[in-house]
């Protein structure tokens, strides 16, 4: 076996030849992964061969890419850097965000011209009409365009297609969080009891089940709608979050792995809940052997009225607002503040917040506390109280 050299290749003897070979891994025009030997009578001749290959071979790389513009680079960039480290969805958050937003202004120029000025007159004109319909975007899309660019830059520069990253030379928009909203425990009720009215059979049964399950684990909305019924451990009480289900522009619905290795979780259920799931499942059986064929049994826990993955859009559209509007609840609710609104009873009921982080599937203890600050007032409320007991 060869010894590896500095991290260019590798090195070795071939005695039965009298000769040293200096292997090289090399990428040709097409970006396809090579690998070259190189022999020569001595280890210095075979090495200094090797070496003026690969400084050649990455001039010529250069510069067959010296006249690229920034919409080829986002392209190329896009699909052999971005498109194999990372899930669709967010492949697709990329992709979304660097045409909207840089594409139409910069696409043309090339990678060598761009320049700080003009970036940060862009950015700041993104706040103020931004949008297609001639409005202001928010400073956290500008935020990550920005964020998405300079990632791009950043590749093209390790590549010596440009000297230096400008993008990190403009300023990013401050952030101003918006506010979550959430529910109280007697709202949680009034959704679920109004769920319970539905005219359609299948929503009837499906959307307080799914309501309920939500709101009492903190599950993110891919997470509920990617569960199947052999992620649930009924004896032990408890489901295991594996999947995730996402919606791509051009895909359609489709399952990946969790947001991070600590949303790869498991989640303790309430004994009623289980009882309540598997009262449900027995429906969705009885329910499934009426439709017959015209039901997909691809084991979802829960799906649309013939059992195929539910839709994100046409779930909200379609039955989640007009629930919200028919129980007079805060229009601006969302589904995925069932989940917020699980963490904040938690934590206004006392519960360590290194709990609730498991549960939520934080990646750390930071993103919990710093997404339920609103709470924090309350809890040293609490602690006060606490105190005033102990040593009154």
């Keep these: 076996m060869g010894r590896r050299n500095a991290g260019e290749g590798v090195i070795y003897q071939d005695k039965n030849r009298g000769l040293w070979i200096y292997q090289v891994s090399y990428k040709d025009s097409n970006g396809s992964a090579k690998r070259k030997k190189f022999a020569a009578k001595t280890k210095h001749e075979a090495m200094e061969k090797g070496k003026a290959f690969l400084m050649a071979n990455q001039q010529g790389s250069i510069l067959l890419k010296a006249d690229m513009t920034i919409a080829d680079w986002i392209d190329e960039w896009m699909e052999n850097y971005v498109k194999p480290r990372i899930r669709p969805r967010t492949f697709e958050k990329y992709w979304s965000s660097l045409k909207n937003y840089i594409v139409p202004k910069f696409g043309n120029l090339k990678l060598a011209a761009l320049d700080a000025s003009s970036l940060q007159k862009h950015f700041n004109s993104l706040l103020v009409n931004g949008r297609a319909d001639g409005n202001a975007l928010s400073p956290s899309t500008v935020r990550a365009a920005r964020r998405y660019f300079s990632m791009c830059v950043d590749d093209a520069v390790r590549e010596g297609l440009v000297l230096r990253n400008v993008v990190r030379l403009t300023k990013s928009p401050k952030l101003t969080r918006k506010e979550i909203v959430v529910l109280t425990r007697d709202e949680v009720t009034t959704l679920i009891e109004g769920a319970r009215q539905i005219n359609n059979e299948f929503m009837r049964n499906m959307m307080p089940e799914i309501l309920s399950f939500t ?23 408890c489901v295991f979050i594996r999947r995730s289900l996402a919606h791509v522009v051009g895909r359609g619905v489709v399952f990946q792995e969790p947001k991070t290795k600590n949303s790869r979780r498991r989640v303790l259920l309430m004994l009623e809940d289980v009882q309540s799931l598997k009262e449900y499942r027995e429906w969705q059986k009885n329910y499934a052997d009426e439709l017959g064929d015209k039901f997909a049994r691809n084991g979802l826990i829960f799906t649309s009225p013939f059992g195929e993955p539910i839709s994100p859009t046409n779930f909200s559209r379609r039955y989640f607002k007009p629930l919200l509007k028919k129980c007079n609840i805060n229009s601006d609710f969302t589904f995925h503040g069932l989940r917020h609104t699980h963490a904040t009873l938690l934590l206004q009921q006392g519960v360590n917040p290194k709990i609730v982080q498991e549960r939520l599937g934080h990646s750390s203890i930071k993103v919990t506390m710093d997404t339920y600050s609103h709470v924090l007032p309350d809890m040293q409320r609490q602690a006060v109280d606490a105190l005033r007991e102990l040593f009154k």
Excluded: H, I, M
């Design 215 to 237: 709101v009492k684990t903190g599950l993110r909305q891919g997470e509920v709608f990617g569960l199947k019924w052999e992620d649930v451990d009924f004896k032990n009480s």
